[in-house]
């Protein structure tokens, strides 16, 4: 019996058993967007898969990280298109000091959808790292599970933050940055000197003359003709 004993509890031989638990609950999100001129209108879809409700929901959206420190302003404020009823918008949400959406006391229920509108004015153009005028936005969303473990998701571009429909949007190919392309509006300009015979105005493109064409933005003209 002593033997016994000895032998099954022997080093090697009373390893714990590792247990995965997997999420009752995942959160997803999404991005779309809808640029006319300088102007984004930004729409995040947010829905809840499995079982449980998620506590202490919060959407983290950095505009500094997207466009640049002062390069925008907020025209119009999140607002609520798809309200399930339980979330809270965070009123000093500026994207920038305070990039959280959602008021920590925010909750959605398993299996519920919302729709949270916004829009952005592009004040100064730039290139923040994508091409001139070319900017990738995301946003993150995060709940807490009745048991405390916390979900996470990075948005997918588009409406639907789980496109493959298999109820896990976190995988990958469903965490693409939405890309909003803000396009160039040039200007130029040009004088020149002119003599004056008679009765005609002659403009002069020689060197008795002076013409200026100045370049008011980063562009390529073609074609151009006097």
């Given at each position: ?129 994508n091409g001139f005028g070319i900017y990738n ?17 990075v948005s997918d571009e588009g409406t639907n ?60 003209y073609k074609n151009l003709e006097s």
């Amino acid at each position: 019996l002593a033997k016994l004993a000895q032998t099954i509890t022997e080093a090697g031989e009373n390893d714990a058993t590792p247990i995965t638990i997997n999420a009752s609950t995942l959160v997803g999100v999404s991005l779309d967007a809808a640029v006319v001129g300088n102007v984004i209108t930004y729409d995040i879809y947010l829905e809840s898969f499995g079982i449980d409700t998620l506590s202490s929901l919060s959407l983290n959206e950095s505009l500094d990280e997207a466009f640049g420190a002062g390069n925008y302003q907020i025209t119009s404020a999140p607002s609520l298109i798809d309200d399930p009823g339980t979330l809270v918008l965070n009123g000093s949400f500026d994207g920038s000091t305070d990039i959280d959406i959602l008021d920590p006391s925010s909750t959605i229920s398993a299996n519920d959808t919302a729709q949270i509108q916004f829009v952005v004015q592009v004040d100064t153009e730039s290139d923040q790292g994508n091409g001139f005028g070319i900017y990738n936005n995301q946003v993150s969303a995060t709940g807490t599970l009745p048991n405390s473990v916390i979900v996470a998701d990075v948005s997918d571009e588009g409406t639907n933050p789980d496109p493959n429909g298999n109820d896990d949007p976190t995988e990958a190919g469903e965490n693409d940055p939405t890309v909003s392309v803000i396009e160039v509006n040039p200007s130029i300009g040009i004088a020149y000197n002119a003599t004056v015979i008679g009765t005609q105005v002659l403009p002069f493109y020689d060197t008795h003359a002076v013409a200026m064409l100045k370049d008011f933005e980063s562009a390529v003209y073609k074609n151009l003709e006097s």
